[in-house]
């Protein structure tokens, strides 16, 4: 067992009574300490089971359970939970009471005393993006769903625990606030630093909010589990291959950065007034048809094709196509690819923070990319292999 | 009218979100394109329920078919033209008065024994262990209520003899469904999300009850409670038929006797009666309907 394990559960069992196979089977599972787990699998598969087993919503049949080492399994499951966030898709808001009383649920049965529970609601509502003075006296039927789930969040980081269980928290929300909700959400754990298990069934979002996957089968057989470029990279068998579907590699993109592994090619530039004749020998030399105009703070502002420089004509600062696609170092291949699609030269010219022209991206970059993220993950699953 | 109907009306009214309260202010929102809440076009009906205009005219109802009694009342004559029949069966004193205070007294204690049992007996079938004998329990306070009135107060003279307390009994049987199936409809109705979240959080199944389903349930028992009550507050006329009392005396010597007048007295004063308590049936109902819901 490694160091850090926040959560750890050991061959853990669920049947339900009266059938004969069992919703999850000897299921071994670690969760590190300040990371999103994502559980991830078609329906049916146990997922959600496996995350109430957790904090004991379900209780097991069969294994041990560890928080902290600790085991949790026999112990009272009600203040077990107290130490637990739990977010679900319903929500759960309690109609009846307001925004205020809905977060302070978890501190007032931890009889915390009220100028704390104030003080914690206030800076709750903040972390999730809600005006206090706003919010803390509605009641719930008078927020929108986005604004509901955010109340959900709060809530469940009401007593500020170590550890939070959520279950398809955005699932019921529209696509343009899950969105917004699941960048928020990664932002305030970029602070907060919790230990997450989160259960979903859209890979895409698995693979956006987990610092690790797990790819569940069925009875909750763990098919994969490893960080999302990897498992993109090199998905083990057919059935996490077909569940992370088409456009596996493609996804991978957004974990290679521009500025990692990709040795940028430098590009042939000019500047206004500059003689056109040498520009043009650059560009021969390079084997591109494109001059890339540079501005006198060194900032890309216009393609300009090479036949437009023949004859001994001046560049002036309205030749060729105007820059409309470029990147900044540090942004993902993925945004790379999507430049270079609309990029008049089909190459994607990556600026410094200042703006100024620093090197091109080509598409042989994310081939590489691509290709040695895969080797690299083939390899460290032989490795793994070897070890075992 | 159908009571099963009836019921099944309130049941489901107390479940449902009327009287919305504004919608909240849009600019402060943050998630601006998520819909908020939005307020429906409401007919006429729905508007006249909103600004409560029933539970407001109705006290001024009751005072004018009060009013209209006394007018009624004092133009008899009693005492010097009216029959000394007429006089002797409403004589305010001896008769009216203290046959309403006992019929009070008969609709208030069954209604309040009903409340007593039909709570905690629907709490009970909506636990775990003994959910699964719910139906059974519902069924046989269905019979309960199928039988009718007069037969359950019979059946209970037989067993209990005459008098006050037997009649309060037999009420109280005849009007446990409402009140018990509205306790389970209502507990069964609050969202299972907000359960789960409840449970979630630590809290104990009793926190969850005393904390969630109850409060959440209070408007549908209230209205069950309204309806056991009006249904006392009816029944009650028969108790005299064993001995029990209350306005049915009157009802029933404007009968016997063909005094119409007598006759007229009795029913109006019943009907003021359970007009009365349903309006504060009515009343409690808003006013004790959780906050937010």
Known sequence: MSPDAKIRLDHVEKTYPGTKVPAVESLSLEVYEGEILVLVGPSGCGKSTTLRLINRMIEPTGGRIYLDDEDVTKVNADKLRRRIGYVIQQIGLFPHQTIAQNIATVPKMLGWDKAKVAERIDRLLTVVGLDPDTYRDRYPKELSGGQAQRVGVARALGADPEIMLMDEPFGAIDPITRDRLQNEFL????????????????????????????????????????????????????????????????????????????????????????????AVARAREA?????????????????????????????????????????????????????????????????????????????????????????????????????? | MSMTGAQG???????????????????????????????????????????????????????????????????????????????????????????????????????????????????????????????????????????????????????????????????????????????????????????????????????VLTRIELPLAVPVILAGIRVAMILNIGMATLAFLIGGGGLGVTISVGLKLQQNEVLLVGSTLVAIVALSFDWVGAVAEKYLRPRGV
């Not at chain 2, 205009?53 to 004559?77: D, M, N, Q, T």
């Not at chain 2, 009216?82 to 007294?105: C, D, F, G, N």
């Not at chain 2, 209502?186 to 359960?195: C, Q």
């Open chain 2, 9 to 207: 009306r309130i049941g489901y009214e107390g479940q449902e979100k009327d009287n919305p309260e504004p919608p909240p202010d849009p600019n402060t929102g943050s998630d601006a394109t998520d819909a908020a809440p939005t307020e429906q076009p409401a007919s006429w009906f729905l508007r006249a329920r909103e600004m409560n205009l029933g539970l407001k005219l109705a006290p001024v109802a009751i005072a004018l078919l009060g009013l209209g009694l006394f007018l009624y009342y004092r133009s008899l004559g009693l005492g010097t033209t009216a029959p000394s029949s007429q006089t002797s069966a409403l004589e305010w004193s001896t008769k009216l008065w203290p046959q309403l205070t006992q019929h009070l007294t008969i609709a208030f204690w069954s209604t309040i024994i009903v409340v007593v049992i039909a709570i905690p007996l629907g709490i009970a079938l909506t636990r775990e262990p003994l959910r699964r004998y719910g139906p059974a329990f519902v069924s046989t306070a269905n019979a309960g209520q199928a039988l009718p009135a007069y037969g359950l107060l019979i059946i209970f003279l037989t067993l209990m003899g005459q008098g006050l307390t037997t009649v309060v009994v037999a009420l109280a049987v005849y009007a446990l469904l409402p009140v018990l199936r509205n306790t389970m409809v209502g507990l069964d109705g609050v969202d299972r999300g907000i359960i789960e979240a409840g449970r979630g959080m630590g809290m104990t199944r009793g926190q």
């Open chain 1, 287 to 388: 084997g591109t048809d494109w001059v890339l105009l540079l501005d006198d703070q060194e900032h890309p502002t216009r393609w300009v094709p090479v036949s437009d420089l023949g004859g001994g004509s001046t560049v002036s600062s309205d030749s060729g196509s105007e820059v409309v696609a470029k990147v900044s170092l540090g942004a993902t291949l993925f945004e790379a690819l999507e430049q270079m699609l609309i990029s008049e030269a089909a190459v994607s010219p990556v600026v410094r923070e200042d703006g100024s022209f620093y090197g091109v991206v080509r598409l042989t970059h994310l081939n590489k990319a691509i290709r040695r993220a895969r080797l690299e993950a083939r390899e460290h699953y032989a490795q793994l292999e070897a070890t075992s």
């Open chain 1, 187 to 278: 932002s305030v754990q970029e602070d907060l630093r919790k230990t997450i298990v989160f259960v979903t069934h859209d890979i895409d979002e698995a693979i956006k909010m987990g610092d690790r996957i797990a790819i569940l089968g069925d009875r909750s057989h763990i098919r994969q589990i490893d960080t999302p470029e990897r498992i993109l990279a090199f998905p083990v068998d057919d059935f996490v291959r077909d569940f992370i579907g088409e456009g596996s590699t493609l996804k991978g993109l957004h974990f290679e950065t521009v500025d990692e592994h990709v040795t940028l090619e430098p590009y042939p530039t000019m500047h206004v007034g500059e003689d056109p004749t040498a």
